[in-house]
């Protein structure tokens, strides 16, 4: 299991203040792992690298933190897609390979 991180480390981690962050999570682009509160938070490696990549798209494509949310949620369905794509390739190269040995056996 990873460690987890509090959001002061957080922050500096990200290169962000606490007011970033806060409107990171209150935007749905980020979970705290633990905390009700701010002050409460902890965060996994895993929100560390979305926030960061986050922070970058926001500030190279010059979004508010909505598009950041939506740019993202695409981003990942495309890496979704992505991987499922290549599930199928697989599946299919097996399956004519089955096709192949069957011919072969005939």
């Known amino acids: 299991m ?3 991180i509090v959001l002061q480390e957080f922050c500096v981690l ?7 962050v806060v409107e990171i999570v209150e935007h749905g682009i980020l979970a705290p792992q633990r905390g009700k509160r701010p002050a409460e938070w902890h965060f996994d490696t895993g929100a560390l690298h979305r926030a ?3 922070v970058r798209l926001r500030r190279e494509l010059e979004l508010d933190w909505a598009a950041t949310a939506l740019a993202l949620h695409l981003l990942d369905e495309v890496e979704e897609l992505r991987r499922e794509n290549q599930r199928l390739r697989q599946r ?13 056996d005939s």
């Open 14 to 20: 990200c290169e962000v203040s606490e007011p970033v």
């Open 52 to 54: 960061r990549r986050a």
């Open 92 to 104: 299919l190269a097996r399956f004519a390979g089955e096709l192949r040995d069957v011919g072969a």
């Open 2 to 4: 990873s460690s987890l």
